[in-house]
């Protein structure tokens, strides 16, 4: 079983682990303009860029979000989600007020299906229940080419090796 950190106590993570050349499972989480339904993973005409958060209201979920919104412009052949336990209109409510408009904004809160299925469920401790703070880069066929899970939950993650590895997938 996988385990992170928060504030140096060990979490441990619940759910399948996925690694490097695992085939990504094709899973609905609610996109938080509209409530719809939306998939990630899986195959997919575009390669996949997910990114987990714990809560988009913390300031270093928002930050990230918000490198990531502006980073993520100009890549073609891209799909980028961040994906947080956050109920869809508090994640809608921060999108208008960050002006977070270049990526999908996701709830799992409904059957966690998404943490499960990527072994980013936090199981114990202060913050049981979220998602762990995780990127994967998925291929056009649904294979993982990149994991990047964050050993402590309260650091920001290696953007410049998570973005090189989406660009490199999405120009395949």
């Not at 619940?14 to 690694?19: D, F, I, R």
Request: charged share 25%.
């Amino acid at each position: 079983m996988a385990t992170v950190t928060l504030k140096g106590n060990e979490c441990n993570l619940a759910g399948n682990e996925l690694n490097v050349g695992d085939k990504a499972p094709e899973v609905k989480v609610l996109k938080s303009d509209d409530l719809s339904e939306v998939s990630v993973g899986g195959a997919k005409e575009k390669a996949q860029l997910l990114i987990a958060v714990p809560s988009l209201d913390t300031p270093i979920c928002a930050m990230e979000t918000g490198k990531f919104n502006n980073q993520v412009v100009g890549i073609e052949g891209l799909e980028v989600t961040v994906v947080s336990m956050d109920l869809p209109f508090a994640a809608k409510r921060f999108c208008s007020t960050e002006g977070i408009e270049n990526l999908t904004v996701a709830s799992d809160f409904r059957n966690k299906d998404f943490a499960n299925a990527y072994g980013v469920l936090i199981a114990d401790g202060p913050l049981a229940g979220v998602t762990a703070r995780a990127i994967f880069v998925i291929d056009r066929n649904g294979e993982i080419t990149y994991r990047q899970l964050v050993p402590e939950i309260t650091e920001e993650p290696n953007y410049e090796e998570a973005l090189e590895a989406a660009k490199e997938t999405a120009s395949k």
